[in-house]
């Protein structure tokens, strides 16, 4: 097989059937933290969950459907990652300027 296309993602869990990695995901967090440093994001305890609510928006997922969101994300990363990292920044740092 050839190289991985999303960075941080195990061949292992990429390539198991979608229903299969239902059952086993906790969060696809685990798996963007190349993605997240590139957007010069550190992710938190205190900020995960609005980390969260704003890749579902990116993404046009449901808040909290995690193996969906997951999916849209790969595509996303696979067919332009530096725009999805570009999107990430901007609506992380827009979130940060309404908190002030």
Known sequence: MGSNPI???TAAI?????KSRVQTM????RHLG?????????????NKQELDKIIHQLV????????QT???VKKKITSDQQNFIAQLKTAWNQKLKTKT
């Not at 990429?14 to 979608?18: Q, V």
């Not at 993605?35 to 938190?44: H, P």
């Not at 046009?60 to 193996?67: E, F, I, L, R, S």
């Open 14 to 18: 990429l390539n198991k059937p979608l």
């Open 34 to 46: 190349e993605i997240f440093q590139k957007a010069g994001i550190a992710v938190t305890k205190e």
């Open 60 to 67: 046009k997922v449901n808040y909290k459907n995690c193996p």
């Open 26 to 29: 906790t969060c696809y967090f």
């Open 7 to 9: 960075p941080g993602a």
């Open 70 to 72: 997951w999916k849209e």
